[in-house]
C-alpha cells in the first residue's frame, strides 16, 4: 500500500551516494499513463530551494511525467550552480526515462547552504531508471527519508475500482503555512489537472497544513499529486477529495507520529469557535508553545500554560469563559481550576486536548508532538 | 545599585512561606515622596492574571505609592476569589504603610491555577513593613525570583542629581508584546506621570518588547515606573528616556543572561531595513526558531535555519541578496555559501548574529538564547 499501488505508476529507491552513510538517498516515481495530469503544492517560505524553483516551472501547466526525489542535501541557498543541479537532475530523468524535462518535478531534503553531487546525482537517476517497478514505491518511500525513523506510506482503493496512493518524508521543520514536506501522491483516477489542483489545495488545507511539529518552516516543502487515469474511472470531485484528505491526513499522522524526538503526539482540537480560522489560530499557538510542549514531555497536564498561549491570539473568546480538557479529564472550567490535574492519565504516547472557546460552533484541530531532550540533541547535532 | 538608590524609595524582602522552599518570596518596594508620579505596562495577553486585573485600575489615574510582589504563585485563572486576594493583599500594604489600597500595585508571579494563601500573604507584608528600609533593594530582588539563577538589580546616577534605579524577575515565558516579565524601577527625578508614562513606554520598546526567550507570553508582566521627585531636579525629556531606557535595556540583558537553561545569549541583528518593525519582525523570527536555537546549542552556526527563518517573513528582501555574519565571520553572502562556518568561534557564550537585509536604512535587535536539554528539563519538571 504505497505510491505504487494505483495502476500506470512505477517507482525505486537507490543508494546514490548522496548520504555519508551508504542508505538509500534518491527515488524515483513515474507515471506511466495513459494521462498525466498533475497537481502540486509548495512552501510558503519566501526562501525556495532550488528545486522548489524549477519545479514551480514544471508543474505550472497541469503536467507531471516523473518526479525525483533526493536526500543528503536541500539545494537551497546554492546559488545559480544549485538551479543548474535541479534542471541537470530533471534532464538525466528525462533522458532515461524517455519523457521531457519540463515534465520532471525535483525535490531535495537535507542541509541547506551546500551544493549536490551532481555526478552522484546522475548516476543515482540512471540506477533508479533501471530498478522502477510497479513494486517499488516502499524502497522510494526510504530513500528520502533524513532524521525520519520510519518510511511513511498508504493507499486506499475505492470500491469503484480506483486508488490514491502516497509516500511522505517529514520529522522536523515542521510547520504550517505551506504544503508541508516532501510528498508524493498518485492515483489512476481519471481526473484534469485543474479538478486535481483544487483537491489538493483542499486536502492540504486540511492535513499537512495543519501539522506543526516545531514551528519552523521548510524551505524545501512540496506536495506532488500525479494522475495517470489508468483505472478509466471518473470519480465525483466530492468523493476524490475526501480519500484524498483520508491519505494525506495518514501521511500527517505519520509524520506526526514520527516526529524528531517526540515522546508524545499531541492533538489539539478546538471547538465552539467563532469560525474554522479562529480554531485553528488557538490551536496553533497552543501547539507552538514550547512551555506546553515541555509540560507534555514532563507529563505534566499544565492547562495554565494552554491558557497563556490562547491568550496571545486574536480569536473571539471570553478568558473567562474557556474549558480546558486534557486526555477526557476537564481540570479547567470557565476559566478556574477543575478537576485535580494528577487525574490526568499522560502515560500513553498519544495526547488529546481539547479547548472549548463557547464562542460559536466551528471545530479544527493541529497535530503536534512534545518538545523533549531528544529534539534538542537531534536538532543541535544535524549538521555535524 | 537597585531599586532603592534613588533618594526616597524602601524596599524589603521577606519569606512568607508561599514557597515550599523557604526562600524569600514577597517584596515590597514603597515610595515615600515627596511626589507619586507612576507609570505601568502590562502583559497584551488577553489572559491576564487577577495582579494585572487589579494593577491596571491602580495605575490608571498616573498616581502609585507601593508595589508588593511575591513569587511562588502567579494568581491566574483563580477566578473572584484569585482576584480578591490581589485586593485584600494591597488592603493589607495599605494597612501596614499607611497608603491607599487603591495606590498600591499588585504583582505575582509562579505558576498558574493556584489560590495563593492570603493568609501567608498578609503575614509576609506585616514582616516586610517592619523591614522596609532605604537598603532593602536587593533583599526585595531577591524575593521576586522563580527559575530566575541570579538576583537582577541596576542603577545608573546622573550628574545632574537624580538617578534611576531598578529590579526585575524573568528567565522563561519571554516574548515580545508586552511589558515583560515583573519590573519595579524607581527614580527621584521630578517627572509627571504623563511625561512617566511616555517615557516607559518608549523605554520598554526598546528593551523589554526586544526580548525573546521562548516566544512564551506571560499572562502576568509587569513594569511599574515609580517617581518619588526626592531629588528636586527636573530632567530633560531626551535624557530621562536616554538613562531609562538604559537602565530598562541592562535588566533586559540580565534576564536575557539568565534565561531558562540557556548556554549561549544570541544578539540579533538586522541592519538595511526597510523600517524598524521589518528588522525586528525578522530579529524576532530568527529568535523564535527551535531549529536555530538548538543548532546554537550544539555550536553549530547554521545560516540556513537563519535564512529558513527570515523566509516566513512579511519583511523587504530579495531572498537572494541576504548576507549573514555570525560572530563577525560572513558565511553567506548574497544568498549563497560564503566564509567556512566550520571558522565561526562559537565558544563563547554570547552570541552575535548579524543579518544584512541590504533593504534600507535601518537596525534593530532582538534579545534571545539557546534552546538546549537544561530548558527541557527545567520546563518539564517545574509544576512537580
Known sequence: MTVTTPAGFEAAGVAAGIKANGHRDLALVVNRGPRFDAAAAFTTNRCQANPVRWSRQVAADGRVDAVVLNSGGANCYTGEQGFQTAHATAEAVAEQVGVSAGDVVVCSTGIIGHQLPLDKLVGGVSAAAAELSADGGSLAAEAILTTDTVAKEVAVRHPDGWSIGGIAKGSGMIAPGMA????????DAVIEAAELQQALDEAVRHTFNRLDVDGCMSTNDTVTLLSSGASGVSPAHAEFVARLTEVCD???AKIQDDAEGASHTIDIEVQHAADEDDAIEVARAVGRSNLFKTAIAGNDPNWGRVLAAVGTTQAAFDPFDI???????????????DRDPATVDLTSRAVHVLIDLKSGETTGMVRTSDLTHEYVEINSEYES
Open 180 to 187: 508541508t514536506m516532501l510528498v508524493v501522491v498518485t492515483t
Open 250 to 252: 495518514v501521511l500527517a
Open 323 to 337: 474549558d480546558v480538557t486534557i486526555n477526557g479529564t476537564r481540570i479547567c472550567h470557565a476559566g478556574q481550576p
